[in-house]
């Protein structure tokens, strides 16, 4: 894939009906749901059984994850009664990619049938004086997005096969997702928090005053990714979870340094809980279509 020329339908056809024969070779079977790792919180791919694993350089047209320590790889397998496929490893644009191939992934799911997504990250949280301050440690349930960013995933010609150029936004988080996942939280002994997301394209971490701002807006998540992913994804019609993790709390707020390791360090000590949660998630809805 070169970076620059947006892809045609065709090439999201060659990636899906790749990824297809390897699943139908090893699983006889399609995806129930897609879940989007975050940074730290790969291993959850590892709980999928029977799993196939399928490199992203080896899929025609997918863009290849440059983050050392994402993986770079699909991960197929059976969670209880589901089959999930899971992305180890995602795009960023502070990476170089253009906006519409960080997003690329989610135009191959549609293609595979997938009509739910689950769309993790590592967070920074924001702090407020009252309940809607996130603090490291937290799994929040994002309920809406700001990207200020210019650039869209969209951006360019319409593929009219996923859909009209223009589209609604108030919807992309579903209500009935969302409402899994606070119960299944609950079950588990904690709130799911809720939470704004607001995209930054990064790399840098923010300035304070860029947090002062982001707060006025009404923001009380900030992070460099997901955002893109789900724009695409309510074009495409496919009901979106998104959960974050906060790594960290934003700038300005301790006064702290942030860096990569800390947001690595803190988003595997919640892994375990992150992990239960996505799990139940996935069980409940499996029982849920079934009912
Ligand atoms: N800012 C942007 N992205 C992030 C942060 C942050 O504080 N923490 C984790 N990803």
């Not at 947090?211 to 009901?239: C, D, H, P, W, Y």
Request: aromatic residues 8%.
């Amino acid at each position: 894939m070169n970076p620059g020329a947006k892809a045609e339908f065709s090439d999201y056809k060659e990636s899906a009906e790749y990824i297809r024969a390897k699943l139908e070779a090893k699983l006889e079977a399609k995806p129930d749901i897609a879940i989007i790792l975050g940074s730290g919180l790969g291993g959850f791919a590892d709980r999928l059984e029977d799993s196939v694993v399928i490199p992203y350089r080896e899929i025609p047209h997918f863009p290849v994850s440059t983050v050392s320590y994402q993986k770079g790889e699909l991960v197929f397998g059976k969670l209880g009664d589901s089959h999930v496929l899971a992305m180890n490893g995602r795009f960023h644009y502070y990476e170089g990619w253009e906006m519409w191939q960080t997003a690329y992934p989610v135009g191959v799911f549609k293609l595979l049938g997938i009509d739910k997504m689950i769309i993790t990250n590592a967070a920074g949280g924001i702090g407020y004086n009252d309940t809607r301050t996130l603090r490291p440690g937290d799994l929040v349930c994002v309920t809406d997005q700001i990207k200020l960013a210019p650039m869209s995933p969209l951006r360019g010609a319409n593929i009219e096969d996923f859909g009209p150029r223009f589209f609604d936004m108030q919807s992309v988080f579903d209500p009935e997702l969302r409402r899994v996942a606070e119960n299944v939280a609950a079950e588990q002994g904690f709130s799911l928090k809720e939470g704004v997301y607001a995209y930054m394209a990064g790399p840098q971490y923010e300035t304070p005053a860029e947090i002062r701002a982001l707060k006025l807006l009404g923001a009380n998540l900030v992070g460099m990714s997901t955002v893109a992913e789900n724009i695409f994804a309510a074009q495409l019609g496919i009901r979106v979870l998104c959960i974050s993790c906060v790594s960290n709390m934003a700038a300005g707020i301790t006064g702290a340094a942030i860096t990569e390791q800390e947001v690595l360090d803190v988003t595997s000590e919640i892994s375990e809980k992150f992990e239960a949660l996505v799990t139940g998630v996935i069980e409940r809805l499996a029982t849920e279509t079934k009912a």
